[in-house]
């Protein structure tokens, strides 16, 4: 016969009492058992789907603490903690008593886990209120659960619910190039610069009479920028009709089958995606024959903070994490682009983001382009978060149709056309991964990056504006404005009308 564990958990009922606003929480004791053994992936992964399929979320905090320490055992034993008060995200440098709460924490689990300090994985972060730690014991999830000062558990080295799928979209890795089709650009000055056919759907060249991103920086939070493409390097990006401005690289993630390493993979893509998100925004208007970025005269700041575009590692999470508070702490920064996500909200991306938005950064996040995993889904995180500004990708028909692979939904702020109206090949065409090669992509991906750099045009063009003006110019100059679409926000953005 198995044994099982007799546990005590509070439940916990909080009746609100409307006229007073006063809350009176009530408590009662429950015996509850569970298995020694934990649960299999497959079971754990068939009640991930039903509450996906049931409520449209997963949230790893409204399960039952045996079905969390079983997504440890299947996770590398990383717990990651966020502690503090409901809603601290992040605390400020000697903070002693959120130091005390989360040393507190440690110690328990020290103790729970019977284990010293010096063979403990543990890594701390310096800015949010949250940690990672080795757990392997039931115990110590059921006396953490019982404590104040937690705000979450995640088991982020659960990395199993997606299974061996590959990515059938164009928003993925892919490092080869495409022969373009010439109906899909025009050229402009200087001698046979490319312009993307969706550009002028949104009135980008024409606005570029009025500014071209100069003195603004964008922050890419990606795979990387490709090493082999050099008009996204520190001499290339300056070359034509670009001038004065920067791209630097930065790497924090970490190529590692042990979540506690330090072997950080470098700035550069090996994937693709990054280099055509990079491209889109901030590619140079020269004459070599190649795609323009929307805003060729901004500043990059690339980050390879993930492999691909789903955020189902440990070490993705963290990177992406990690690339949000960098980001965030640079004044010079104003703009933020993510196109990566995941299905479920991830609690450490979702403090950075919130300590980045406290910043003063505008985030703008992917609305979901799909793969053999996504499709199907909603708007997916972190583009579902109040924080983010979420785009999606369109056809280009009369009536408003999302893009094969593109997501919508309430959560949507604004959409890009991406393709043509049945016609999934008429695509944006980029950088390609090596010199002289261009690609096409698409999805919400790129929908992401073009608004992007709309943005970086109007703040260019209105250097002393703030967040939100910035944000409410976008959109005013959106086709549904002052409404918003229930599945495609306020539309299409006339770039002309936003810098005017």
Same mark, same amino acid.
């Given at each position: 016969m198995k044994k099982m564990y007799t546990l005590v958990v509070l439940l916990i009922a909080i009746t609100i009492v409307s006229c007073s606003k006063d809350t009176v929480i009530e408590t009662e004791a429950e015996a509850v058992e569970f298995s020694e053994n934990p649960l299999t992936i497959e079971q754990i992964?068939?009640?991930?789907?039903?509450?996906?399929?049931?409520?449209?979320?997963f949230d790893w905090n409204t399960e039952d603490a045996h079905f969390l320490w079983s997504a440890l055992m299947h996770g590398q034993n990383v717990l990651t903690v966020g502690y503090g008060n409901e809603g601290q995200s992040f605390g400020e440098a000697g903070d002693t008593d959120l130091q005390n709460k989360k040393n507190n924490l440690i110690a328990t689990i020290l103790n729970k886990e019977d284990v010293v300090k010096s063979d403990f994985k543990l890594k701390e972060d310096d800015i949010l209120t949250v940690f990672d730690a080795e757990v392997t014991k039931l115990e110590t999830i059921i006396a953490l659960r019982e404590s104040a000062n937690v705000r979450y558990l995640?088991?982020?080295?659960?990395?199993?619910?997606?299974?061996e799928v590959q990515e059938k979209?164009?928003?993925?890795?892919?490092?080869s190039g495409d022969s373009i089709s010439s109906s899909h650009y025009s050229t402009i000055a200087p001698n046979n610069a490319q312009v993307s056919w969706h550009f002028n759907e949104h009135n980008i060249p024409n606005a570029w009479n009025f500014s071209t991103g100069s003195g603004v920086t964008i922050g890419l939070i990606d795979t990387g920028v490709s090493k082999t493409q050099s008009l996204l390097n520190s001499v290339g990006i300056n070359d034509g009709y670009s001038s004065g401005r920067f791209v630097q690289k930065y790497g924090t993630f970490i190529d590692s089958n042990w979540w506690w390493s330090s072997n950080y993979d470098g700035p550069h893509d090996k994937c693709g995606h990054g280099t055509a998100m990079g491209s889109t925004m901030a590619s140079p208007r020269n004459d070599n024959g190649m795609p323009v970025g929307v805003a060729y005269n901004a500043n990059l700041v690339a980050y390879r903070a993930t492999e691909d575009v789903l955020l189902n590692d440990y070490h993705e999470r963290k990177g992406v994490s990690q690339a949000l508070v960098d980001l965030g702490n640079r004044s010079d920064v104003k703009i933020i682009s993510m196109s990566i996500g995941y299905v479920w909200s991830i609690g450490n991306?979702?403090?950075?983001?919130?300590? +980045?938005?406290?910043?003063?950064?505008? /985030?703008? *996040?992917?609305?979901?382009?799909?793969?053999?995993?996504?499709?199907?889904?909603? $708007?997916?995180?972190?583009?579902?978060?109040?924080?983010?500004?979420?785009?999606?990708?369109?056809?280009?028909?009369?009536?408003?149709?999302?893009?094969?692979?593109?997501?919508?939904?309430?959560?949507?702020?604004?959409?890009?056309?991406?393709?043509?109206?049945?016609?999934?090949?008429?695509?944006p065409p980029v950088l390609g991964f090596?010199?002289?090669?261009?690609?096409?992509?698409?999805?919400?991906?790129? +929908?992401?990056?073009?608004?992007?750099? /709309?943005? *970086?045009?109007?703040?260019?063009?209105?250097?002393?504006?703030?967040?939100?003006? $910035?944000?409410?110019?976008?959109?005013?100059?959106?086709?549904?404005y002052p409404n918003k679409n229930s599945s495609f926000g306020y539309g299409n953005i006339d770039a002309l009308q936003a810098v005017q």
């Open positions: 992964n068939q009640r991930i789907s039903e509450s996906i399929r049931t409520t449209g979320d995640e088991p982020n080295g659960y990395n199993h619910y997606t299974g979209s164009s928003s993925g890795c892919d490092t991306i979702k403090d950075a983001v919130k300590y +980045a938005y406290s910043k003063n950064k505008l /985030i703008f *996040a992917a609305g979901g382009t799909s793969t053999s995993f996504t499709n199907g889904f909603g $708007v997916i995180f972190p583009a579902t978060m109040s924080e983010t500004v979420a785009v999606t990708g369109v056809n280009d028909g009369s009536n408003y149709e999302r893009c094969d692979t593109c997501h919508s939904g309430s959560k949507i702020d604004f959409t890009i056309i991406m393709e043509g109206d049945n016609n999934t090949s008429k695509a090596y010199d002289g090669q261009r690609r096409y992509t698409g999805g919400s991906s790129v +929908a992401t990056a073009t608004t992007a750099g /709309i943005a *970086a045009l109007i703040w260019s063009r209105y250097p002393s504006w703030s967040r939100t003006q $910035v944000l409410n110019r976008l959109k005013q100059s959106a086709e549904f």
